[in-house]
């Protein structure tokens, strides 16, 4: 896993040590993927069934108040047409940015 710290004026003022800066970065990443997940799992719900879904965070990078995370998205589905197992993954990149002291998800690249 690469880590990218560069120290950023709002970490001092939120006294957190950059390890856990990427910590956080990280773990807001992943919420932000599970959550557009759970919102494209609606969507496959007409084709799909026993939809599932995990995500990993593989890589995160923090440079002062922005943030990019890699992460991969595995999805298992079953076709409703056919009864057969399907598996999709997906590599996606969320950048972040700093609000105050914490991390929130801006936007993705898939």
Known sequence: MGLGL????????CR???A????AAKTVARSAALAA?????TAYAERYTG?????TVAQSRVQGNVASVTSQAS?????????RPEHYTYR??????RFGCSWRAVSYDF
Do not use: E, F, M
């Open 6 to 13: 560069t120290a950023s004026p709002a970490l001092a003022a």
């Open 16 to 18: 957190v040590a950059p």
């Open 92 to 97: 996606a990149v969320i950048h972040l940015a």
């Open 20 to 23: 856990q800066d990427v910590a």
């Open 75 to 83: 999805i298992n589905v079953i076709d409703r047409a056919s009864g």
């Open 37 to 41: 997940l759970a919102r494209l799992k």
């Open 51 to 55: 939809v599932r879904y995990s995500v």
